[in-house]
């Protein structure tokens, strides 16, 4: 396997399993689950072109980002793979995360008319975690086609949570709870190892010769 297949892979894995559409369906049905189709399928775009906009645009600027706050790339994969632990943990636990979106924000939200923004959009699907997901892929990429890779699974899982959304109340009856439930759980443990792979790499790469070679 080439090594920009497995990074594609890689990518994709990480980005899919922080982003976890499926995590969204309960919020989704609650919010517009009463209205009528085209108004569900409005959200549904809304939320996955948030979604794709909003990781994006951090992918892209995230050598700024860096450089205007003097962080150094293993200094920021150190602090997000520790993040990440803590979604993937409470995932795999089945407990809504807090840094996804707070309890204020769902309430928040019952009272708004472009959900599909906010909180669905964001923070919901890109949150603190997905945002530190893509600009840590975006940073460890080692040429432009890896850096296209990475955009690419973010276009792909964002195509992905609209196919989900717009069809919410399909998943939330064939899947049931228990079934989202699995699922969330096998994404918090993909999750959980790709944050320590970061964890460890931004280790390595910030004490080179105290822990050695990779």
Do not use: W
């Amino acid at each position: 396997m080439s090594s920009l297949v497995s990074y594609a892979l890689v990518s994709f894995g990480s980005v899919f399993s922080i982003v976890d559409p499926f995590t969204a369906v309960p919020v989704f049905l609650a919010l517009v689950g009463g209205h009528p189709r085209p108004d569900q399928a409005r959200a549904a775009l809304q939320a996955s072109a948030t979604c794709f906009v909003v990781l994006t645009t951090f992918g892209v600027a995230g050598s700024f980002i860096f450089h205007f706050f003097g962080i150094t790339l293993p200094a920021f994969k150190i602090a997000g793979g520790i993040l990440l632990f803590v979604v993937g943990f409470e995932m795999m636990r089945a407990q809504r995360s807090d840094t996804r979106a707070t309890n204020e924000e769902a309430i928040d939200a019952e009272t708004k008319e472009d959900v599909g923004l906010i909180p669905l959009g964001l923070p919901l699907l890109s949150g603190p975690g997905a945002i530190a997901t893509v600009m840590m892929l975006v940073g460890k990429a080692r040429d432009l086609p890896e850096r296209g890779v990475v955009f690419g699974a973010v276009a792909l899982v964002s195509f992905i949570a609209f196919l989900t959304l717009r069809s919410a109340s399909v998943v939330a009856r064939v899947l049931g709870r228990t079934g989202m439930n699995v699922i969330g759980r096998v994404m918090g443990l993909i999750l959980s190892a790709v944050a320590m792979q970061f964890v460890l790499a931004g280790l390595h790469e910030a004490f080179p010769k105290l822990l050695g070679p990779e």
